[in-house]
């Protein structure tokens, strides 16, 4: 009898760990690639390879995305390193504010889906990873729409669940130098 219970509540577990696999499955694909941008080439002295920063490969695909995942009080993004100073690799002004920004302060671009036609403009949203929190200010939209082209620095789309941050906030995370440029973090509102 005892062997028959054990058999039965490890089948319904089972059931169980199938069916929340399936909707974790069903999560994952609420945000789909809504096309692709096909690689260009950059002429000679375009893209910048400095922090990271990737080239478009000639005639590879990239996939497009006008969508997030959804955001909760921890959602799961991958840090990159970007600097919104004059000159630097974020290209032109912050969208925001048409302002650049110190390296020396606390700010991101956030993937489109996120960026949300600048909803989350000037607000502050507070990122953890390494065993600390830093706040930060979204001053910055990371193009998960478009790419390959010169105003994108021949660089591809942005994923869509990118926190692009300036170097204080890679310092504030005490994240060691050799892994600058892409780290698992979480991020909620702040
Ligand atoms: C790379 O990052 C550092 C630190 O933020 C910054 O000083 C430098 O200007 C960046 N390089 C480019 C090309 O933006
Ligand atoms: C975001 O943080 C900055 C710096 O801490 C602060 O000056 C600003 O008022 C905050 N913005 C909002 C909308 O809370």
Not at 48 to 67: H, I, L, Q, R, T
Request: net charge negative.
């Amino acid at each position: 009898m005892k062997g028959f219970i054990n058999t039965k509540a490890s089948l319904l577990l089972l059931i169980i760990l199938l069916a929340s696999n399936c909707l974790d499955i069903s999560k994952a694909q609420e945000c789909r690639p809504s096309g692709v941008v096909k690689g260009k080439e950059a002429p000679p002295g375009q893209c910048n390879k400095e922090n990271d920063s990737d080239c478009c490969a000639d005639g590879k695909m990239y996939p497009v995305y006008e969508c997030s995942p959804p955001v909760s009080a921890h959602t799961k993004a991958h840090l990159t390193l970007n600097s919104f100073e004059k000159g630097g690799d974020g290209g032109g002004p912050s969208e925001c504010d048409n302002k650049y920004h110190s390296d020396e302060k606390a700010v991101v671009a956030l993937s489109t889906g996120w960026f949300n036609h600048k909803s989350r403009c000037l607000h502050n949203i507070t990122i953890t990873a390494n065993g600390r929190s830093v706040v930060a200010m979204v001053v910055d939209e990371c193009d998960s729409t478009r790419g390959c082209d010169k105003d994108h620095d021949y660089q591809p789309p942005c994923d869509n669940n990118i926190v692009d941050a300036s170097k204080a906030v890679w310092e504030a995370l005490a994240i060691p130098r050799n892994q600058w440029g892409w780290y698992d973090i979480t991020w909620s509102y702040a």
